[in-house]
């Protein structure tokens, strides 16, 4: 006869060893060898964080990283040029504007050049009313797009 899986095995229970754990973590401190001499609180306590201060930290890659920068005092690392973050937050948004931009505007400006050297324009129009047209056509079509992949609906 087969047991359920979710069967306790009593023979096992009965073999493991349950001693009462301590519930202090590792790191709390024993009531008898951190209590502080009578009148000596102050120096027990600056002794007490000095002591953790001089522990070591583990060694690990975050470590490594910290203690590599500390050592090159700002100076220049084979990891490039350093600017400062408000340099670099311009620049970023430089480099993703300045494309995005292109790519929305670019291709309708075109278009209106070679519409404006093959046939010509209607009365009254002009390259920038046709350009704008259609930037304004493409940003449209954009947004539209951007709102159906938040929704996910649509093609």
């Known amino acids: 006869m087969r047991r359920p899986s979710n069967a306790v095995d009593v023979k096992f229970l009965e073999a493991a ?6 519930c202090l973590p590792p790191h709390a401190p024993s009531p008898d060898r951190d209590r502080p001499p009578p009148g000596a609180e102050a120096a027990w306590r600056r002794s007490q964080v000095e002591g953790r201060r001089s522990q070591a930290a583990p060694e690990g890659f975050a470590t490594r ?3 590599a920068a500390r050592a090159d005092d700002g100076a220049a690392s084979g990891r490039g040029i350093s600017l ?17 931009g292109l790519v929305v505007a670019l291709p309708p400006v075109l278009e209106c050049r070679a519409r404006a050297e093959r046939f010509g324009f209607f009365a009254g129009e002009t390259l920038n009313a046709c350009a704008e047209r259609g930037i304004r ?6 947004d539209d ?3 159906m992949l938040v929704r996910g609906s649509g093609p």
Do not use: I
Request: hydrophobic content about 55%; cysteine-free.
């Open 65 to 67: 990283m910290f203690a």
């Open 84 to 100: 400062g973050w408000k340099t670099s937050l311009f620049v970023n948004l430089v480099v993703l504007v300045v494309p995005s």
């Open 137 to 142: 056509v493409r940003v449209k079509r954009l």
């Open 145 to 147: 797009r951007l709102k």
């Open 17 to 22: 060893s349950f001693e009462a754990a301590p």
